[in-house]
């Protein structure tokens, strides 16, 4: 399977975003996952911390008219971006950085969608399978490693900001899928009030 499997599965994509969303990307990279997305979209913001791999992006998508790039500064998202968008994503970002840098990334999601608004993440998770398994294999975190944190943890940061719970992977993994049977997935939307 694929690494956007478990969306087509779902039909995550075409259930979270219309041809009329205001769509970015957290941790863009060379623009894997935004080469897919930008088609479903009316705009797609490619954030990442990294300029080099901002570059990258900015020529894989090169031919993309709907997409933008921007750098964070500091891991930070623009003050311009507050209930900017419909969707936020984050796909195997999370599982290389630590509690502290995840809260700060939820603070600032729950700020940049609109109210509805939705925002997929993906977390190495303790509980599943493969989590478990390279868990244990790794001394200590590194940046160039992964941080593993419980679920209830990430539903508790979603929950001190606003967002509600939407969609999650299955409990214990999936063996034919690499990223289901090690991380968490997971849709959040941003409550109305």
Same mark, same amino acid.
């Given at each position: ?12 994509a ?8 205001i ?7 060379g ?12 705009s797609?913001?490619c954030?990442?911390i990294s ?9 894989a ?25 419909d969707?936020?994503?984050s796909f195997?970002?999370?599982? /290389?950085?630590?509690? /502290? ?6 603070q600032q ?6 109210p509805g608004?939705?925002?997929?993440v ?5 509980t599943?399978?493969a989590?478990?398994?390279?868990f ?13 944190i419980g ?5 508790l ?7 509600r719970l939407?969609?999650e992977?299955?409990?214990g993994?999936d ?5 289901i049977?090690r ?10 009030e």
């Amino acid at each position: 399977m694929t690494d956007v499997s478990w969306a087509r599965r779902s039909r995550s994509a075409q259930a979270f975003v219309t041809p009329d969303s205001i769509v970015a990307e957290i941790g863009c990279g060379g623009g894997r996952i935004a080469a897919r997305v930008h088609a479903l979209v009316a705009s797609l913001t490619c954030f990442d911390i990294s300029d080099e791999m901002l570059k990258r992006a900015k020529q894989a998508l090169s031919a993309c008219p709907n997409v933008e790039f921007a750098l964070l500064e500091d891991s930070r998202l623009p003050d311009s971006c507050t209930a900017r968008f419909d969707f936020i994503y984050s796909f195997d970002v999370f599982v /290389h950085l630590d509690l /502290h840098t995840i809260w700060s990334y939820f603070q600032q999601i729950a700020n940049a969608l609109k109210p509805g608004g939705k925002a997929f993440v993906s977390t190495a998770s303790l509980t599943r399978p493969a989590g478990w398994e390279r868990f244990t294999a790794q001394s200590r975190y590194t940046v160039g490693g992964f941080y593993f944190i419980g679920e209830d943890t990430v539903r508790l940061f979603a929950s001190r900001v606003g967002l509600r719970l939407v969609k999650e992977s299955p409990e214990g993994g999936d063996p034919s899928n690499i990223y289901i049977n090690r991380d968490y997935l997971v849709v959040f939307e941003k409550t109305v009030e």
